[in-house]
């Protein structure tokens, strides 16, 4: 089967860093992905990991441990703007998506 | 310049009505999806078009029908709505395949969304 989970809501501080904890079980990968969606709009492609290790991309990194089925998503210097929904997604040809984790960041 | 679009942007409709909502990318892609986000934000797949043809049906009802007349339109027609099929849809569409020399990356575009309201 497929699961995907991740923590539904986080807070934290403008100017903080925020780590985003996903885990997964598919029966086939070709990758995992992390998506922004902010209120009332559509998914945003963040980042994508296909083998172990650490993908930075400007104040977003993302981390992928396969042999663990864990990844992670690292937000630097938050921004207001950063409040967001976060969505962990893993699968091969089909992507199965986790729930979402809520991101809001306060002064 | 919209990559992928859906109309309608909203859609309020009685009980039991049959009602549709068009995708279309301008992007070249192979593959087209439906995905279903409910009140709850979660975010499922419905279909996948590759090339015309379904490869993925995700336990949907067959009330729900997807037709994809070209590799850039996917729409889905939905028979006898339910108060449970209030959500929004989103469409949305990758490259599909692999690309030469490197590992399956099938990052997604998502089109704005079609909120469904049933009543």
């Known amino acids: 089967g497929q699961n995907i989970d991740q923590p539904t809501e986080m807070t934290a501080t403008e100017g903080a860093i925020v780590q985003i904890n996903c885990t997964y079980q598919?029966?086939?990968?070709?990758?995992l992905f992390w998506y922004q969606q902010h209120a009332g709009e559509a998914p945003t492609f963040l980042s994508y990991?296909?083998?172990?290790g650490l993908e930075e991309k400007g104040r977003f990194s993302s981390f992928l441990s396969r042999s663990k089925g864990y990844s992670y998503l690292l937000l630097k210097e938050l921004q207001m703007k950063d409040s967001a929904s976060y969505l962990c997604?893993?699968?091969?040809?089909?992507?199965?998506f986790g729930t979402g984790t809520r991101l809001t960041v306060i002064p | 310049d919209t990559a992928v679009s859906q109309t309608p942007k909203y859609l309020v409709t009685q009980m039991g009505n049959d009602k549709s909502i068009k995708c279309e990318q301008n992007l070249g892609h192979d593959t087209m999806y439906w995905y279903k986000q409910d009140s709850k934000k979660f975010l499922k797949i419905m279909f996948s078009?590759?090339?015309?043809?379904?490869?993925i049906n995700e336990t949907v009802p067959n009330r729900f029908s997807p037709k994809s007349p070209d590799k850039a339109h996917l729409n889905l027609h939905i028979n006898s709505l339910e108060l449970g099929d209030s959500a929004v849809y989103f469409c949305?569409?990758?490259?599909?395949?692999?690309?030469?020399?490197?590992?399956?990356?099938?990052?997604?575009?998502f089109g704005p969304g079609t909120r469904l309201t049933v009543l």
């Open positions: 990991n296909v083998l172990d």
């Open positions: 949305a569409s990758s490259p599909g395949g692999r690309p030469p020399g490197g590992v399956g990356y099938n990052e997604q575009f």
């Open positions: 997604a893993a699968g091969a040809n089909n992507l199965f």
């Open positions: 598919t029966s086939g990968f070709n990758g």
């Open positions: 078009y590759n090339n015309k043809e379904l490869i």
